[in-house]
């Protein structure tokens, strides 16, 4: 499985930026798709979620703001980013999360959000 982020760049806050991540393998035993990210001195943590029934899940600071989606063979999900704002400045990282606790990532993509 292999994972390639990419749509990230610098926007001033009230901005929008749309992420993408392309994937490619086999996914027969795939749980769900996610975006994490992590800015410089904090860990990394979850953004959205999303299911192969399309059920989505968001971290409560991107709520109203942020929407995952994919695409019908889960060949890529995607995260439009709306309102953006300072503390959405990050590097994002796309992850397939499999059966048995299996999980890929994708090489990250930086966000950079000014004031």
């Known amino acids: 499985v292999q994972l390639q982020a990419s749509g990230g760049g610098l926007v001033q806050a009230g901005g929008s930026l749309r992420l993408s991540c392309v994937a490619s393998?086999?996914?027969?035993?795939?749980?769900?798709m996610n975006w994490f990210r992590q800015a410089p001195g904090k860990q990394r943590e979850l953004v959205a979620r999303?299911?192969?029934?399309?059920?989505?899940e968001y971290a409560d600071s991107v709520k109203g703001r942020f929407t995952i989606s994919g695409d019908n063979a889960w060949n890529a999900v995607y995260l439009q980013m709306n309102n953006l704002k300072p503390e959405d400045t990050a590097i994002y990282y796309c992850?397939?999360?499999?059966?048995?606790?299996?999980?890929?990532w994708g090489q990250g993509t930086e966000v950079t959000v000014s004031s």
């Open positions: 999303i299911d192969r029934s399309y059920n989505t």
């Open positions: 393998g086999i996914f027969s035993s795939l749980s769900t």
């Open positions: 992850n397939a999360a499999f059966e048995g606790n299996v999980n890929y």
